[in-house]
């Protein structure tokens, strides 16, 4: 069974910067699994931030990137704002399937 | 706009079915593909599988392989999924959400609250 994993928990700064990384048990994560990065806020539904690593939608704030980081899918929030203290999700897909990471709970403090 | 709007909580019994919908609006309904996403009370997210929107085309994950059914319904734009043989462990909130091919979910829907009980 597939396990993609993250970092249960990281907490930042206000204004600071902050990596959350997403690994497969498979091996490295490549561009070809096509990461997708999402944010869930308490009591709503997930927001799509980054797609195919690097992609981001048309509301998705400057503040957040998407890159490959030694093996693994990252995500980057540069300049955190209080309002960026959620649940993060990446999602990975493995040829006729998608995998979910475990997610991360990153605290502004 | 884009909306994914989904049908109502549901309440059922161990071993029944559920049916949940996802009504669409705002855009191509064929040009897309449609996840669905399934989360239990304090977890995490579940993928549970893909429709392609044009050809009806599945791919479901193997642990709901057999228990789930994925369809749609070109006249009205609407997506649904149903789930059999219900256990307690299928309590969580459903989403559907939007993807242009497999690897683009942009729109969510906003979950239906699937509770199971005896």
């Known amino acids: 069974q597939t396990v993609v994993t993250q970092e249960p928990s990281l907490t930042v700064s206000p204004g600071g910067t902050v990596t959350l990384t997403c690994a497969s048990s498979?091996?490295?994560?490549?561009?070809?699994?096509?990461p997708h990065w999402f944010q869930q806020k308490p009591g709503q539904a997930p927001n799509s931030l980054i797609y195919?690593?690097?992609n981001k939608h048309s509301w998705t704030p400057a503040r957040f990137s998407g890159s490959l980081l030694g093996g693994k899918a990252a995500l980057t929030l540069s300049g955190v704002l209080p309002e960026d203290e959620a649940d993060y999700y990446c999602l990975l897909y493995y040829g006729g399937a998608q995998v979910f990471g475990t997610g991360t709970r990153v605290t502004v403090l | 706009q884009v909306q994914l709007v989904q049908s109502g909580a549901e309440v059922k019994k161990p071993g029944a079915s559920v049916t949940v919908s996802c009504k669409t609006s705002?855009?191509?309904?064929?040009?897309?593909?449609m996840h669905w996403v399934r989360q239990a009370p304090g977890q995490g997210l579940e993928w549970m599988g893909i429709?392609?929107?044009?050809?009806?085309?599945?791919g479901y994950a193997q642990k709901f392989q057999g228990r789930v059914t994925m369809t749609r319904d070109t006249s009205t734009s609407t997506v649904y999924m149903e789930l059999s043989s219900l256990r307690s462990e299928d309590t969580a909130l459903y989403y559907c959400?939007?993807?242009?091919?497999?690897?683009?979910?942009?729109?969510w829907g906003q979950g239906t609250l699937v509770s199971v009980s005896s």
């Open positions: 959400a939007r993807s242009s091919g497999w690897y683009s979910i942009d729109y």
């Open positions: 705002g855009y191509t309904f064929t040009s897309y593909y």
């Open positions: 429709i392609n929107l044009s050809g009806g085309t599945t």
């Open positions: 498979t091996g490295a994560v490549t561009s070809g699994y096509y």
């Open positions: 195919s690593t690097t």
